[in-house]
């Protein structure tokens, strides 16, 4: 069964230092990966997905698969980026997106 | 076009009624899911719906927990003999399924907010 872990309930960093935010995965195929934030009275909304490569908002995600790993990082936090952030594995067919248990995100000024 | 949207946005019951929170979808998704996120306890699974397939049902917590999908579009959770441990914010999801980049991103919608007093 695919699982998601985020091993951290609350991740607190300076302004200004570097982020990174952990989520390891349980599945032996070709998964896809995302990565979900809920800021502060918002929806809960797509961030990143790893098929698009691409970088949002400073944040990037790598997917190792040797290390079946997606840690979500950013080189300078802002305060902006205080949210909950949660990790999702999709594995195919007519299964259902797995998320983790999430990690807030608290950028101290 | 109008994102997801759930209702009512609160609701506040006497332990041991029944409530029920409605879902109404993107319109087209195929896909729609229902989740609970209590303090400190992240976002927990309910149950997932995927076009004509029989619902996935793993997550839901006690046989008190029900969901169904009319016509393929607007969902209903209902909690029967609701218990103080039910109070959360209820979210509801949806997703096109499958786009030529993958599978579709989730949609949120804003919660209903449960309050068991």
């Known amino acids: 069964a695919q699982r998601v872990t985020q091993p951290e309930k609350l991740l607190s960093v300076f302004k200004g230092a570097p982020v990174e935010l952990k989520c390891n995965y349980s599945?032996?195929?070709?998964?896809?990966l995302f990565w979900y934030v809920q800021y502060s009275r918002q929806r809960l909304q797509l961030l990143l997905r790893?098929?698009s490569r691409e970088s949002i908002k400073g944040f990037t995600a790598d997917l190792n698969k040797g290390e079946t790993s997606f840690h979500l990082k950013k080189p300078f936090a802002q305060e902006e980026d205080s949210a909950m952030y949660y990790c999702?594995?999709?594995?195919?067919?007519?299964?259902?997106?797995?998320f983790g248990t999430g990690t807030k995100l608290q950028v101290i000024p | 076009g109008a994102g997801v949207s759930q209702s009512p946005s609160n609701k506040v019951t006497e332990k041991g009624k029944d409530v029920e929170l409605r879902c109404d979808p993107i319109s087209g998704h195929t896909a729609l899911y229902w989740y609970r996120q209590s303090l400190g306890q992240g976002l927990e699974f309910l149950i997932y719906?995927?076009?004509?397939?029989?619902?996935?049902k793993s997550g839901l917590p006690s046989d008190r927990f029900s969901a169904e999908r009319t016509g393929g579009s607007v969902s209903t959770l209902t909690i029967q003999r609701t218990q103080q441990e039910d109070s959360a914010v209820y979210l509801c999801?949806?997703?096109?399924?499958?786009?030529?980049?993958?599978?579709?991103?989730?949609?949120f919608g804003p919660g209903t907010r449960l309050t068991v007093t």
């Open positions: 999702a594995l999709y594995s195919g067919g007519y299964q259902k997106v797995t």
């Open positions: 599945y032996s195929g070709s998964p896809e």
């Open positions: 999801a949806s997703s096109s399924g499958w786009t030529t980049g993958g599978i579709d991103e989730q949609y």
């Open positions: 790893h098929i």
């Open positions: 719906f995927q076009g004509n397939s029989a619902p996935d």
